[in-house]
């Protein structure tokens, strides 16, 4: 897939390492629609990323908010061919605490965001490209996930994280097979540890003390790797149905 003459559309792409990927993405000429729940940051970044960049606020959870995002691609870009997954959320709980249960919503709603979210951004975003016409090597767009370490190594306090993000991972390989016919590709990051406001809320010394678990490279990851690492696997059609660790060596212990 040529970037320079593609539109991506980047779920929660407003922080993290989807802003890194949008701002990797649109240095190589790509058009983005950056999707995200954060209006604020969301039109912050596109004003900033300029014309080829465009804001549609709203959850991954919602049908019409993300159809919108996906026609705002066509509409002012004139298709999609990329989607990016990014939004998410890492809300902790144990199973058993002083206050009884897990509350079941709580575990819903991670998986709701994290995984069915994940499944709606792909299933909106297949059916834009389904459109395409192909390219010359027959590819009509490409699906990058992101799920997380904690889909093999869920950590203590981790459960609804860690089978939402095992969950992206089982439907890569499915997904990929299912969308194989239109040239569709799908391919899952699973990052490790990687320094994003989703971990800038911990004291400093919890940040220290989580990168020296990394063997090599013993520090927390930069977006930009991240983002390296989506534009590699946007540019290489033989990448597909593959779930990609990015995580140092990292294996994580039980907390
Ligand atoms: N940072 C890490 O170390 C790390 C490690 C493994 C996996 N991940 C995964 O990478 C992804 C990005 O994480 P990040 O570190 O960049 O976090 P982040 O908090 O910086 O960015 C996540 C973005 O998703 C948006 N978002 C949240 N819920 C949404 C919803 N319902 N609809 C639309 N947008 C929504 C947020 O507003 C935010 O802009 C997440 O799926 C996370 O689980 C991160």
Same mark, same amino acid.
């Given at each position: 897939?040529?970037?320079?003459?593609?539109?991506?559309?980047?779920?929660?792409?407003?922080?993290?390492?989807?802003?890194?990927?949008?701002?990797?993405?649109?240095?190589?000429?790509?058009?983005?629609?950056?999707?995200?729940?954060? /209006? !604020? =940051?969301? +039109?912050?970044?596109?004003?900033? *990323?300029?014309?080829? &960049?465009?804001? %549609? $606020?709203?959850?991954?959870?919602?049908?019409?908010?993300?159809?919108?995002? /996906? !026609? =705002?691609? +066509?509409?002012?870009?004139?298709? *999609?061919?990329?989607? &990016?997954?990014? %939004? $998410?959320?890492?809300?902790?709980?144990?199973?058993?605490?002083?206050?009884?249960?897990?509350?079941?919503?709580?575990?819903?709603?991670?998986?709701?965001?994290?995984?069915?979210?994940?499944?709606?951004?792909?299933?909106?975003?297949?059916?834009?490209?389904?459109?395409?016409?192909?390219?010359?090597?027959?590819?009509?767009?490409?699906?990058?996930?992101?799920?997380?370490?904690?889909?093999?190594?869920?950590?203590?306090?981790?459960?609804?994280?860690?089978?939402?993000?095992?969950?992206?991972?089982?439907?890569?390989?499915?997904?990929?097979?299912?969308?194989?016919?239109?040239?569709?590709?799908?391919?899952?990051?699973?990052?490790?540890?990687?320094?994003?406001?989703?971990?800038?809320?911990?004291?400093?010394?919890?940040?220290?003390?989580?990168?020296?678990?990394?063997?090599?490279?013993?520090?927390?990851?930069?977006?930009?790797?991240?983002?390296?690492?989506?534009?590699?696997?946007?540019?290489?059609?033989?990448?597909?149905?593959?779930?990609?660790?990015?995580?140092?060596?990292?294996?994580?212990?039980?907390?």
């Amino acid at each position: 897939m040529k970037l320079s003459s593609a539109t991506a559309l980047i779920a929660g792409g407003a922080s993290g390492l989807g802003e890194a990927t949008a701002r990797r993405l649109a240095s190589c000429g790509a058009n983005v629609v950056l999707f995200d729940l954060n /209006v !604020e =940051r969301g +039109q912050g970044l596109a004003a900033e *990323l300029g014309p080829g &960049v465009r804001f %549609a $606020g709203g959850s991954v959870t919602e049908e019409e908010a993300v159809l919108a995002a /996906v !026609e =705002r691609a +066509q509409t002012d870009f004139g298709g *999609l061919r990329i989607a &990016v997954n990014c %939004a $998410g959320i890492a809300t902790p709980g144990r199973i058993l605490s002083r206050f009884g249960p897990l509350p079941l919503d709580q575990f819903a709603r991670v998986v709701e965001i994290n995984l069915v979210g994940t499944f709606n951004v792909l299933r909106l975003a297949a059916a834009a490209m389904q459109r395409n016409e192909p390219d010359e090597q027959g590819e009509r767009g490409i699906i990058l996930n992101t799920a997380s370490i904690a889909a093999y190594e869920g950590q203590v306090g981790q459960v609804a994280y860690a089978a939402s993000k095992g969950g992206i991972v089982s439907m890569t390989l499915a997904a990929a097979r299912d969308l194989a016919q239109w040239g569709i590709r799908v391919v899952t990051i699973a990052p490790g540890l990687f320094d994003t406001p989703l971990l800038a809320g911990l004291p400093e010394a919890a940040r220290q003390s989580l990168a020296q678990q990394i063997p090599f490279p013993s520090r927390l990851g930069m977006g930009e790797e991240f983002a390296a690492l989506a534009e590699h696997i946007i540019a290489n059609p033989m990448l597909n149905g593959e779930v990609i660790r990015l995580d140092g060596a990292l294996r994580m212990g039980p907390r």
